[in-house]
């Protein structure tokens, strides 16, 4: 059975926010239903009983329970910081004008425009996330892609 490790950035994270997440991870610890994606390689070079969450609250407080600070791929789980960067430079409405934000029942890997306004739907799934990476500023691909990783190395 693996083991729950959690290590607060400091006394000022105790809160009652803190404690429920750490006890919603140890209820989760021991989940084994499901399956490690094969068809991606990165993850299927995962260890299944790998388990970890971190979380940075606004004010800069963050909990790390478990294999919080083991490396690990973020696949989609970029996708709203790509969004955030996007509404930062172009702001909400300038995003709003180019990706929807209508929950769909589309996978998250769906490449599909809403064909009433010719936008992704939203940008949680591969269309609005790529539409969105593309309204970063840079002159290139790499420019963009470089900054992206900028932001994630940084730790977002």
Not at 18 to 44: H, M
Request: with cysteine; charged share 25%.
């Amino acid at each position: 059975m693996p083991k729950l490790r959690i290590r607060w950035a400091s006394a000022r994270s105790r809160s009652p926010v803190a404690r429920s997440e750490a006890k919603t991870c140890s209820d989760l610890l021991n989940e084994r239903s499901g399956e490690v994606a094969n068809y991606i390689p990165e993850l299927a070079r995962v260890d299944p009983d790998s388990f970890g969450i971190g979380v940075v609250a606004v004010d800069g407080r963050s909990l790390a329970v478990g294999d919080a600070e083991l490396p690990f791929t973020i696949q989609s789980a970029s996708k709203p910081f790509v969004y955030g960067m996007a509404v930062e430079e172009h702001g909400r409405d300038g995003v709003l004008a180019k990706i929807g934000v209508q929950p769909v029942e589309e996978a998250f890997n769906a490449i599909a425009l809403d064909e009433a306004t010719n936008r992704p739907f939203n940008p949680m799934i591969n269309a609005g996330a790529i539409a969105a990476t593309d309204l970063l500023g840079g002159d290139t691909a790499e420019d963009r892609l470089a900054r992206l990783l900028a932001v994630f190395e940084r730790g977002c």
